[in-house]
């Protein structure tokens, strides 16, 4: 699995088997009744207007990525974000100590201008009491040139410290976003100008019962948490975890991954916009998500074009990129990429204004407000 899923736990986009015959499941007349929904691959046969969109509209900041594993991949990721438009990407480096951050950082100094790095919490002091071990190790990140905080991961047993190099985290339950320990960590970053990208839930799908009634089933299954309840946070409790945080912490300025995994309820995201002047949410590892619902998703993002800032969360290939600007720019219908649900993907059609907002101008606006509001 590409490591950049690794870090997230979600696949960036499974690798479809739509190979040709040779490769696709058995065939026959009395297939139907024994296949497998995780080897469904339908192809669209309909004649309607096919975009294959190369490079973006507007120029972009990738706001949430993991960076290629090992880092002497860098120089074709470099190429090809020069192909496909982008121009910077914030790299969450998942360092959480000024030492391991100035070793990754000297692999990405080679390209000036191009990434932007963030660091990660240490949230390993001794029997949970981590504040200030957390806040020192932050200062010294900062101090090492790190320009935020990211991604910091709540799935409903909280978060952890997070050692980057494949390790996973250690599996003690740890605070989460709204816990009063994090108070001065949170006040630390906003003190330090570092946004923060944070990850609360999964797609909702994971949360729900793994039967036929289960329409995300093809990708909940994989990523399943419903079979940790309920010893965990659920999917509307998580998300009460960001709002009262961002509540609590208005210096703070708050990207949400994922869209907040509020991608199938659209309207609480904007209430949540509403409510909280600074959360933003990028909307990476969303776009098989999005694009179901095409329309509302375009009514969404023309009302609230200042809050959603473009993501990846994936690895860098131009399929990747080709196909997330497929779903953001053009009006197409019906097709297929790499089957991480069972169903079509539809373009979303933003209009230009939009699509210029999302693509960058809101996380050049989200990096200054956070400087702004430093000190
Ligand atoms: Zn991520």
Same mark, same amino acid.
């Given at each position: 699995?590409?490591?950049?899923a690794?870090l997230?736990?979600?696949?960036?986009?499974?690798?479809?088997?739509n190979?040709?015959?040779?490769?696709?499941?058995?065939?026959?007349?009395?297939?139907?009744?024994?296949?497998?929904?995780?080897?469904?691959?339908?192809?669209?046969?309909?004649?309607?207007?096919?975009?294959?969109?190369? =490079?973006?509209?507007?120029?972009?900041?990738?706001?949430?990525c993991?960076g290629?594993r090992?880092?002497?991949?860098?120089?074709?990721?470099?190429?090809?974000?020069?192909?496909?438009?982008?121009?910077?990407?914030?790299?969450?480096?998942?360092?959480?100590? $000024?030492?391991?951050?100035?070793?990754?950082? =000297?692999?990405?100094?080679?390209?000036?201008g191009?990434?932007d790095?963030?660091c990660? %919490?240490?949230?390993?002091?001794?029997?949970?009491?981590?504040? $200030?071990?957390a806040?020192?190790?932050?200062?010294?990140?900062?101090?090492?040139?790190?320009?935020?905080v990211?991604? @910091?991961?709540?799935?409903?047993?909280?978060?952890r410290?997070?050692?980057?190099?494949?390790?996973?985290?250690?599996?003690?339950?740890?605070?989460?976003?709204?816990?009063?320990?994090?108070?001065?960590?949170?006040?630390q970053?906003?003190?330090?100008?570092?946004? @923060?990208?944070?990850?609360?839930?999964?797609?909702?799908?994971?949360?729900?019962?793994?039967?036929?009634?289960n329409?995300?089933?093809?990708?909940?299954y994989?990523?399943?948490?419903?079979?940790?309840?309920?010893?965990? %946070?659920?999917?509307?409790?998580l998300?009460?975890?960001?709002?009262?945080?961002?509540?609590?912490?208005?210096?703070?300025?708050?990207?949400?991954?994922?869209?907040?995994?509020?991608?199938?309820?659209?309207?609480?995201?904007?209430? %949540?916009?509403?409510?909280?002047?600074?959360?933003?949410?990028?909307?990476?590892?969303?776009?098989?998500?999005?694009?179901?619902?095409?329309?509302?998703?375009?009514?969404?993002?023309?009302?609230?074009?200042?809050?959603?800032?473009?993501?990846?969360?994936?690895?860098?290939?131009?399929?990747m990129?080709?196909?997330?600007?497929?779903?953001?720019?053009?009006?197409?219908?019906?097709?297929?990429d790499?089957?991480?649900?069972?169903?079509?993907?539809?373009?979303?059609? %933003?209009?230009?204004?939009?699509?210029? =907002?999302?693509?960058a101008?809101?996380?050049?606006?989200?990096?200054?407000?956070?400087?702004r509001?430093?000190?």
């Open positions: 699995m590409a490591p950049a690794a997230t736990g979600r696949p960036a986009w499974p690798q479809a088997r190979a040709p015959p040779g490769g696709a499941p058995e065939s026959g007349q009395d297939l139907p009744p024994r296949l497998l929904l995780k080897d469904y691959r339908p192809r669209s046969i309909y004649k309607i207007p096919q975009s294959d969109i190369r =490079k973006a509209r507007f120029p972009i900041i990738d706001a949430h993991h290629p090992p880092l002497d991949g860098l120089p074709e990721w470099v190429k090809l974000m020069d192909a496909v438009g982008v121009e910077k990407t914030i790299i969450f480096t998942g360092a959480n100590s $000024a030492a391991k951050f100035s070793e990754i950082r =000297k692999a990405y100094a080679k390209f000036p191009r990434f790095l963030w990660s %919490l240490d949230l390993s002091g001794a029997g949970g009491a981590f504040e $200030a071990s806040v020192k190790a932050l200062k010294e990140c900062r101090e090492a040139g790190a320009l935020g990211g991604e @910091v991961i709540d799935k409903g047993w909280g978060f410290s997070f050692r980057p190099q494949g390790g996973g985290a250690a599996r003690t339950p740890g605070p989460h976003a709204d816990d009063p320990r994090m108070d001065p960590i949170w006040d970053c906003a003190q330090l100008g570092m946004p @923060v990208n944070l990850h609360v839930s999964d797609p909702i799908w994971s949360y729900q019962p793994m039967d036929e009634t329409d995300g089933l093809m990708n909940a994989r990523w399943r948490i419903d079979d940790r309840q309920p010893g965990i %946070l659920g999917h509307d409790a998300i009460e975890t960001l709002e009262r945080a961002a509540q609590k912490h208005r210096r703070t300025l708050f990207v949400a991954s994922h869209l907040a995994n509020l991608d199938y309820d659209l309207t609480r995201l904007g209430q %949540l916009f509403d409510r909280n002047p600074n959360l933003y949410a990028d909307v990476s590892a969303r776009f098989g998500e999005i694009a179901p619902v095409p329309k509302f998703v375009n009514r969404f993002l023309r009302k609230y074009p200042g809050r959603v800032v473009y993501g990846t969360d994936m690895t860098y290939s131009q399929r990129f080709s196909n997330t600007f497929r779903i953001l720019e053009s009006e197409d219908e019906h097709f297929y790499t089957y991480q649900y069972h169903w079509p993907l539809y373009g979303c059609g %933003l209009p230009d204004s939009v699509l210029k =907002k999302v693509y101008d809101n996380m050049r606006e989200v990096l200054k407000r956070a400087l509001g430093a000190g």
